[in-house]
């Protein structure tokens, strides 16, 4: 009840467009790694997702997360047995602090070569300066050292990763997909970049209220087309609780194992269901909601 009340006020003291902010004890709470397909690993915490793709010419990492995350992430990386400086690429899933706020730290302790979608670069680059959202929510600036562009390719050690453009919740929101094996077979594994519409989002146009970004509403629409589209055995995304993680890992260690990561029903159903979401939004605005 008292954690409730503290919850509460924290919304309340917050403006509307940092309720995101607001201190989630689980985008720090340290959790156990572990594997996720044959060379594919969870290294971030109760909520907020890294990745680490282990090849045998050094690894990558996708989302540095908070400021503070890269000392929890480098613990994960190395309880598995692996090494933090092999790490050789950092990705993002989207340009905001709890996702890319820690790669300056990541940049510095391993010397990887970061890439980032189009969109997001300026943002990456001024530290979330020139976020639409969140320009006060700084963090150190980071130099991007390849811009990717949508359908683009990363590859390292047989890893093939592609980053498609899944623009809305930032303009160079990022959904990753890879192969993997589970149970030796080869599985589409979709790792969300953000479909979330966050308060204060303006979708509409009008006068002397201009939308968030010239654009965002189609960009969301063009998000949930893709999104549909990609084939998908193995549901991941960027916060944990995008695709049920710690129920699924609880599910895991009863017994079902890896397996439990196979879900094509669960992405289906919410990619249905935050489009639902995201139409409502607009439509509640387009009616002159705020
Ligand atoms: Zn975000």
């Given at each position: ?121 300026a943002v990456?680059?001024s530290?979330g300066a020139k976020d639409?959202?969140?320009p ?155």
């Open positions: 009840m008292k954690k409730m009340k503290t919850c509460m006020w924290l919304l309340l003291l917050l403006p509307a467009g940092a309720v995101w902010a607001a201190p989630n004890p689980d985008w720090t709470t340290p959790l156990a790694p572990f594997r996720i397909a044959d060379n594919l690993y969870y290294v971030g915490s109760k909520d907020l997702a890294s990745y680490l793709v282990v090849t045998p010419k050094g690894d990558i990492l996708i989302n540095s997360s908070l400021e503070s995350s890269p000392a929890l992430i480098q613990k994960s990386v190395e309880q598995l047995g692996f090494h933090f400086k092999d790490i050789k690429i950092l990705l993002i899933s989207h340009a905001h602090a709890d996702h890319d706020a820690g790669s300056a730290e990541v940049k510095r302790l391993t010397g990887a070569t970061y890439m980032v979608m189009d969109g997001d670069v990456v680059e530290g639409f959202a969140y006060k929510d700084l963090y150190p600036a980071t130099k991007v050292d390849r811009v990717l562009h949508d359908g683009d390719q990363v590859r390292l050690g047989g890893a093939v990763l592609v980053a498609h453009k899944t623009p809305g919740h930032t303009r160079g929101c990022t959904t990753w997909t890879m192969r993997a094996l589970i149970g030796g077979h080869p599985r589409d594994v979709v790792i969300v970049g953000s479909w979330n519409v966050n308060p204060g989002f303006r979708l509409v146009d009008r006068p002397g209220k201009p939308a968030s970004y010239p654009g965002i509403a189609a960009d969301y629409e063009r998000t949930f087309v893709v999104l549909k589209k990609l084939p998908c055995d193995v549901f991941l995304g960027a916060h944990g609780a995008y695709f049920d993680m710690l129920a699924k890992l609880d599910r895991a260690k009863a017994g079902a194992g890896e397996s439990v990561w196979i879900d094509p029903d669960g992405y289906k159903a919410a990619v249905a269901e935050r489009e639902l979401a995201f139409e409502a939004e607009l439509k509640r605005q387009q009616q002159g909601g705020s």
